[in-house]
């Protein structure tokens, strides 16, 4: 049986490469197809990760309470996206001090600067340094962890301690070539002592989530004196079940806080991260399925111009098939030597298209946003199993015409 394959492969090749030209066109109308699919589809493996790994940035089981109201993009209304009135640092730490519902972790921050500058003995950054003000809750609820040092603890922001955590990119720039740890850096005039380095985060459409720094709350209130300075407050719920009740009670907790009678629509936003996340990821099913639509009809197409080379070439090679057939070549024979050819320039286009969609689709996608590439398997699938498709389509039929011919009218054949 092996004898007979690599016979047939033998035969096949030789017949590719006696109509070369033929087959590249073949093989590139296959490879558009399956680009068209894998190139897609790794695309949309690249964003669900980003958007996946954004969004557990939010923390799990977690919801935020800002002034900004994303219900209608998360589908709850058919209004336009409310901008309310600001959460001031009162408000929020009232709702922090009447939110008692079990389990529940509340932390506030705020962004202090988004372009600052940062030093460190005579080296100092770019002005492009984004400050947050937080408490000892903020980067658990948030999803953060530290790959150097610790958290702050209540003693550091109770005391107002001048330590501070710092994004991976110190590591690379400011701090770099020794220990964050310990060092010293100045930020606006004042010293702060490096406690933590943040685990690499990426960026987000330009958002460089590694250059920034974590200070405590009240030392990040008095150095950045604005006006209507906006609060975000972020909970955690350790129990999943308990999530919605946690939202609910949220909500009755932060009308009150913001004074709102019982007729009054809410004047805040809730973000919670699995409905954000299911939301999203719900989204990107459509290029999916754009994808699969696309892929087929190329496919389709390819699959066409497929059966149609290799009825030419059955038709050419007549004569050949009735000599084999003379010589001994069962029906078996003649129909697995042209379904193997049909299946080898299948996999050389299903090759070149996964190469090339994988390559454009997936890691040039996953280079220009800045984040992981996700193996596509989901795609390498489609493709394998689209090639095999394609491979029965469009064989089958020449493969059995040839092995239908009469030996007889074969040698009669010009």
């Known amino acids: 049986m092996f004898n007979l394959f690599r016979e047939n492969t033998k035969i096949a090749l030789g017949s590719i490469r006696s109509q070369l030209l033929r087959t590249i066109l073949t093989v590139a109308i296959i490879g558009i197809g399956i680009f068209a699919l894998v190139g897609i589809l790794s695309g949309v493996a690249v964003l669900q990760s980003t958007i996946t790994g954004n969004f557990a940035s939010m923390g799990t089981n977690t919801f935020s309470i800002s002034r900004y109201d994303f219900s209608e993009q998360i589908g709850r209304n058919n209004g336009r996206a409310k901008v309310n009135a600001i959460i001031s640092y ?33 080296e100092k950054t770019d002005p492009e340094i984004t400050i947050l003000g937080v408490d000892e809750y903020f980067m658990p609820n948030s999803g953060l962890e530290t790959t150097k040092g610790r958290n702050f ?43 933590g380095v943040l685990k690499e985060q990426g960026s987000t459409f330009g958002n460089r989530k590694d250059l920034r720094v974590l200070i405590p709350i009240q030392l990040a209130r008095s150095l950045f ?67 699969w639509v696309i892929g087929i009809i190329t496919v389709f197409g390819s699959s066409i111009a497929l059966m149609n080379i290799m009825l030419v070439s059955v038709t050419e090679r007549t004569r050949e098939i ?58 390498i699938f489609a493709a394998l199993t689209t090639i095999l498709v394609v491979t029965l389509f469009s064989g089958s039929y020449p493969a059995v015409k040839a092995a239908a011919l009469d030996p007889i009218e074969a040698l009669r054949h010009e």
């Open 90 to 122: 009162p408000q929020a730490k009232e709702f922090q001090e009447r939110y008692n519902f079990p389990t529940a972790a509340v932390s506030l921050s705020f962004t202090a600067a988004s372009s600052a500058e940062v030093k460190h003995l005579s």
């Open 322 to 379: 009735g000599v084999r057939k003379s010589l001994g070549a069962t029906k078996a024979t003649i129909a697995m030597q042209f379904f193997t050819e049909t299946l080898i320039i299948s996999l050389i286009g299903g090759a070149l298209g996964i190469f090339l969609g994988v390559l454009t689709g997936g890691v040039g996608l996953s280079l220009i946003m800045d984040t992981s590439f996700p193996i596509p398997w989901t795609a």
């Open 225 to 291: 004196t604005a006006p209507y300075i906006n609060y975000e407050i972020k909970t955690m719920v350790g129990n999943s079940d308990m999530l919605d009740a946690g939202v609910d009670e949220a909500i009755i907790t932060m009308r009150q806080v913001r004074k709102l009678n019982p007729v009054e629509d809410d004047n805040f936003g809730i973000e919670r991260s699995d409905e954000l996340l299911e939301t999203l990821l719900s989204q990107t099913e459509t290029i999916n399925y754009a994808a």
């Open 153 to 195: 603890n209540t003693f550091d922001i109770k005391n107002n301690n001048n330590v501070c955590i710092v994004g991976s990119d110190f590591e690379k720039g400011l701090l770099k070539d020794m220990n964050p740890i310990d060092k010293t850096i100045s930020i606006r005039g004042a010293r702060f002592k490096v406690i």
